[in-house]
T-cell receptor
Framework: GENVEQHPSTLSVQEGDSAVIKCTYS??????FPWYKQELGKRPQLIID?????GEKKDQRIAVTLNKTAKHFSLHITETQPEDSAVYFC???????????FGAGTRLTVKP | DGGITQSPKYLFRKEGQNVTLSCEQN?????MYWYRQDPGQGLRLIYY???????QKGDIAEGYSVSREKKESFPLTVTSAQKNPTAFYLC??????????????FGDGTRLSIL
C-alpha cells in the first residue's frame, strides 16, 4: 500500500519568510495529492491539491509542486503570516481515493 | 465543512464499555470515512464506505465497527476490544464514487478519552 513521508516535522519561520514542506510517496499509481491545514483542535481543511497531469499549481501565497518521477511533492508558502501557524498534512491517493494515506504532519510556527 | 456533523465533541469511555460516535452529512456525498488521529501523528484510516450497506476495513479496523444504513449516516462504534481508544476521531466524506481525484472533507471531530 501507499506510504507517505513528510518533512520536517516542525518548522519555525519569521513572518514574511517562505516555508517549504516536502513529502514523498511510494505508490507510483498515486495521482492525486491534497494538502490540508489543521489548527489546534479543529478539522483538517483542504488548502490546495494537485493532480498528476500538472507539475505545479498556485493559489495566492500557496503553491504545490509535483515530481512524479521522483515521487515527491512540496508545499510552498510565501510571505508567511502568523495565521499560517498550524499543522499541515500532505496526502496521496489513486483515482478512487479510498486508499488515501496521510503524512505525519508538519507543525508550522510563524513568529511575528 | 458545515455539511458534516460529528457528535459528541467529547466522549468518555469506561472500561469494558462500547461507545458510538456519530457522523451525519447533508452534502449528498457517496463515500464516508473514519480516521483516528493520535497526538503528533497523521490520520490513520479505520473504515470507509462507498455506498449504503457496504463498508471496508482500513488500516486499523481492529476494535472498531461501523454501519451504513443510510447515505447520510456512518456511525463508528469503539468496542471494548479496542484497548487504547484515546484519540481524536475524524469523519470525512467525498463526493461521488464515480468521480475520481476528489478531496475529502472533514467534520469537527470527536475527542474520546478513557475514564
Amino acid at each position: 500500500g501507499e506510504n507517505v513521508e513528510q518533512h520536517p516535522s516542525t518548522l519555525s519561520v519569521q513572518e514574511g519568510d517562505s516555508a517549504v514542506i516536502k513529502c514523498t510517496y511510494s505508490d507510483s499509481a498515486s495521482n492525486y495529492f491534497p494538502w490540508y491545514k489543521q489548527e489546534l483542535g479543529k478539522r483538517p481543511q483542504l488548502i490546495i491539491d494537485i493532480r498528476s497531469n500538472v507539475g505545479e499549481k498556485k493559489d495566492q501565497r500557496i503553491a504545490v509542486t509535483l515530481n512524479k518521477t521522483a515521487k515527491h511533492f512540496s508545499l510552498h508558502i510565501t510571505e508567511t503570516q502568523p495565521e499560517d501557524s498550524a499543522v499541515y498534512f500532505c496526502a496521496a491517493s489513486t483515482y478512487n481515493n479510498n486508499d488515501m494515506r496521510f503524512g505525519a504532519g508538519t507543525r508550522l510556527t510563524v513568529k511575528p | 465543512d458545515g455539511g458534516i456533523t460529528q457528535s459528541p465533541k467529547y466522549l468518555f469511555r469506561k472500561e469494558g464499555q462500547n461507545v458510538t460516535l456519530s457522523c451525519e452529512q447533508n452534502l449528498n456525498h457517496d463515500a464516508m470515512y473514519w480516521y483516528r488521529q493520535d497526538p503528533g501523528q497523521g490520520l490513520r484510516l479505520i473504515y470507509y464506505s462507498q455506498i449504503v450497506n457496504d463498508f471496508q476495513k482500513g488500516d486499523i479496523a481492529e476494535g472498531y465497527s461501523v454501519s451504513r444504513e443510510k447515505k447520510e449516516s456512518f456511525p463508528l462504534t469503539v468496542t471494548s476490544a479496542q484497548k487504547n481508544p484515546t484519540a481524536f476521531y475524524l469523519c470525512a466524506t467525498r463526493r461521488g464514487v464515480q468521480v475520481g481525484n476528489q478531496p475529502q472533507h472533514f467534520g469537527d471531530g470527536t475527542r474520546l478519552s478513557i475514564l
